[in-house]
C-alpha cells in the first residue's frame, strides 16, 4: 500500500504576507519619539542614524529617556562632529555598549569632512562609513531614502528564521544570508509605492519587538500566522536555536573612594582601549589572575601606608558581554601628593562623567553618605 503523504499546504505568497504585515503595523505602530507621521515620511537621516546606533542592544524604554537628550544637545550631524567626544560619551552614559558612541561619532566626522554634512543615500555607500553596518545602512536607506532594501536586525532575523521554520543560531552565517535574502524578497514581493521600503522595514522591526518576540511569541494575534512554517510545525519556541553560553573571564576591581580636604571625590580616567575605555572612574586596580591585595591597592594608587589607611567599603559582581567583574570598594585617605591624572570632584560634576554602570554605583550611590 502506497505511503501517505500529509504535506503542509504551501504558505500564502509572499504579497499576501506583506500586505497582511503593512495593514497590521499601520494599525498597531507604537508612537516612538523618531517614528515619523504620518508613517512611511522619509526621515531625516540624522535622527535615524542616532536612534538605529541607540538602540543595538539596548531596550527601546532606555533609549526613549536618552534620544531627546542627545537631540537637544546635539540637533545635526555637524553639531556632533564638532563636539568633543568626552562630551559625546557623557550623554551617552546609561545606554552601555561606549564603543557605538565613539562609532557615531566617527561616522558624523566622516559626513562632515567627507561628504559636506550630507549623508549618502543608498545602503552601499552608507555601509562604508565608520560605524555603520549592514542593518543600520539598510535602516537609513529605507527610512530617509526610501530605497528598496532590507534593514535585517536581530529581530527581523528571528521573524525570517521562523517564517522559514530554520532552527539555526543568529549567529550562523547560513542564517544570516537567509535572513537578508528572504528580506529582500519581501521587499520585491511588495506593492512599489514610494514610502513601502520603509513602511515594509519597520513593520518587521515591530513585528519582532512586539509580537513574534524570543521567548513565547504571540503567534495567535501574528498578522503573518498563515506564512509562517514554524507556527505550522509547533517549532517556534526552537527558533533561532540557542548560542552556547558565552565564556566569560573574570577580572578583579578594587575602586578606592578618596574624599580630599573639601570632600570632593577624586576621579581618573580609564586608558584608552579596552574595557570602558575612555571613562572615568574612582582610582582603581585591576587584575585578571586574583583580587589586588590593599598593599598592592596602596602601593599602586601612592596611599599612605599602614593598615588603617584603606577601609573596606563593599563589594559586588557585575557582568558584561565577555567579563565577570568582581568590584572591591575601599576607602582611603588622599596621599600626600595626588597624580596629577586625578582630578577631585563634586557629586554633581562626577555626574556629568561619561561613567560605567559600575562606576556610576562606586561614585554616585556608594561615595554618597
Ligand atoms: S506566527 Fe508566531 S512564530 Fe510565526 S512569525 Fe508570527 S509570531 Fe512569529
Given amino acids: 500500500m502506497p505511503h501517505k503523504h500529509n504535506p503542509q499546504p504551501a504558505p500564502p505568497p509572499d ?5 497582511a504585515l503593512l ?9 516612538l519619539p523618531w517614528r515619523p507621521h504620518p508613517l512611511g515620511t522619509p526621515r531625516d537621516p540624522y535622527p535615524v542614524l542616532v ?3 541607540m538602540l543595538q542592544q539596548t531596550q527601546v524604554s532606555r533609549v526613549i529617556d536618552r534620544f531627546d ?10 553639531a556632533l562632529a564638532e563636539a568633543d567626544e568626552q562630551a559625546v560619551l557623557t550623554l551617552w552614559s546609561g545606554l552601555g555598549y561606549y564603543r557605538r558612541a565613539r562609532l557615531l561619532h566617527a561616522a558624523a566626522r566622516t559626513i562632515v569632512t567627507e561628504y559636506a554634512g550630507s549623508f549618502p543615500a543608498t545602503a552601499t555607500t552608507l555601509a ?7 542593518y543600520t545602512a539598510g535602516a537609513i536607506a529605507s527610512l530617509a531614502f526610501l530605497e ?6 536581530a529581530n527581523v532575523l528571528r521573524v525570517m528564521l521562523r517564517i522559514q521554520g530554520r532552527s539555526l543560531t543568529t549567529a550562523n552565517p547560513q542564517a544570516i544570508a537567509l535572513g537578508w535574502s528572504r528580506a529582500q524578497a519581501l521587499h520585491a514581493a511588495a506593492p512599489r509605492s514610494r514610502p513601502t521600503p520603509a513602511l515594509l522595514n519597520e513593520a518587521l522591526i515591530e513585528l519582532g519587538a512586539v509580537i513574534c518576540t524570543p521567548r513565547s511569541p504571540r503567534c495567535e494575534s501574528c498578522p503573518i500566522a498563515d506564512s509562517c512554517r514554524a507556527r505550522a510545525k509547533g517549532t517556534q519556541s526552537r527558533i533561532p536555536a540557542k548560542k552556547p553560553p558565552p565564556v566569560r573571564t573574570p577580572i578583579y576591581f578594587a575602586s578606592v573612594l578618596i574624599h ?26 585591576e587584575r585578571t589572575d586574583r583580587p589586588s591585595t590593599p598593599a598592592e591597592i596602596r602601593r599602586k594608587l601612592g596611599l599612605p601606608p599602614g ?13 558584561t558581554t565577555h567579563r565577570e567583574c568582581h568590584f572591591e570598594v575601599f576607602a582611603a585617605p588622599p596621599p600626600a601628593n595626588p597624580p596629577s591624572t586625578w582630578s577631585f570632584l563634586t557629586p554633581a560634576r562626577i555626574a556629568n562623567l561619561p561613567l560605567s554602570s559600575p562606576q556610576r554605583r562606586i561614585l554616585l550611590e556608594t561615595a554618597q553618605p
Fill in 51 to 53: 536612534s538605529e546606533l
Fill in 15 to 19: 504579497k499576501h504576507l506583506v500586505a
Fill in 23 to 31: 495593514r497590521w503595523f499601520r494599525a498597531n505602530a507604537r508612537d
Fill in 128 to 134: 562604508a562609513l565608520p560605524g555603520i553596518g549592514r
Fill in 69 to 78: 537628550a542627545f537631540l537637544a544637545r546635539f540637533p545635526t550631524v555637524e
Fill in 148 to 153: 528598496r532594501t532590507p534593514a535585517v536586525d
Fill in 307 to 319: 593598615r588603617g589607611s584603606l577601609r573596606r567599603v563593599t563589594r559586588f559582581d557585575f557582568k
Fill in 260 to 285: 580630599n580636604a573639601r570632600n570632593r571625590l577624586a576621579v581618573t580616567s580609564r586608558p584608552d582601549t579596552g574595557l570602558w575605555a575612555g571613562l572615568s572612574q574612582a582610582p582603581t586596580v
